[in-house]
Nanobody
């Protein structure tokens, strides 16, 4: 079992940057695949980025080149650096984890989310 707590959300102007953090509990963080999903108002939750045990990242097309996911196993934390933000990035961002090498489309563990609002 792992608990996830997100932080770093807020209000930013278009073109700006934010860094989200997700702190995890549990002894075996290094063996969890981690990732981020988001849910915009009136839309379904969607995949944003993931990072495997070994640190291999993956991104949805709309954030490639703008977002970077990383993990610090010593701190049991995963990060999402978001640059060149757009109003369409506005959403609640959720951290997710699973006991798999690569994060599945429906991870077992979820945080409660952090709100990112990008103004135009």
């Amino acid at each position: 079992q792992v608990q996830l707590v997100e932080s770093g959300g807020g209000l930013v102007q278009a073109g700006g940057s934010l860094r989200l953090s997700c702190a995890a509990s549990g002894r075996t963080f290094s063996t969890y695949s981690m990732g981020w999903f988001r849910q915009a108002p009136g839309k379904e939750r969607e995949f944003v980025a993931r990072i495997s045990w070994g640190g291999v990242p993956g991104y949805t097309d709309s954030v490639k080149g703008r977002f970077t996911i990383s993990r610090d196993n010593a701190k049991k934390t995963v990060y999402l650096q978001m640059n060149t933000l757009k109003p369409e990035d506005t959403a609640v961002y959720y951290c997710a984890a699973d006991e798999t090498v690569v994060l599945p489309s429906r991870p077992r563990f979820w945080g409660k989310g952090t709100l990112v609002t990008v103004s135009s």
